[in-house]
Nanobody
Framework: VQLQASGGGLVQAGGSLRLSCVVSTRSAYDTIWSRQGPGKERELVATLPWRGDKKWYADSVRGRFTISRNNAKDTVWLQMNNLKPEDTAVYYC?????????????????WGQGTQVTVSS
């Protein structure tokens, strides 16, 4: 499984960005977006199981961020609206192809390179 993330950048507070993650695999996969801010541990932001029926969001982003996938299931997006300075972080997409629980970062074996998101106040 290979993942390629893109879409980060510098935005003012209240603005929007859409992150993309191209996933190259022939297997069904669960996917997540996670982030790591300056001096912080990596945290789970959003999850999207293969079936797509149980999306999950961290409390800090719920209502502002949306995780989705295209019909071909080879691209996963993270739409981020009403961005706040505390959203500043390197964002990572990840995928797994087994049945381990979706909502645990440590269960993901395949990671894209990070993309930097910086929100200015």
């Amino acid at each position: 499984v290979q993942l390629q993330a893109s879409g980060g950048g510098l935005v003012q507070a209240g603005g929007s960005l859409r992150l993309s993650c191209v996933v190259s695999t022939r297997s069904a996969y669960d996917t997540i977006w996670s982030r790591q801010g300056p001096g912080k541990e990596r945290e789970l932001v959003a999850t999207l199981p293969w079936r797509g029926d149980k999306k999950w969001y961290a409390d800090s982003v719920r209502g502002r961020f949306t995780i989705s996938r295209n019909n071909a299931k080879d691209t996963v997006w993270l739409q981020m609206n009403n961005l706040k300075p505390e959203d500043t972080a390197v964002y990572y997409c990840a995928a797994k192809t087994d049945s381990r629980p979706v909502n645990r970062i440590s269960n993901y074996d395949h990671w894209g390179q990070g993309t930097q998101v910086t929100v200015s106040s």
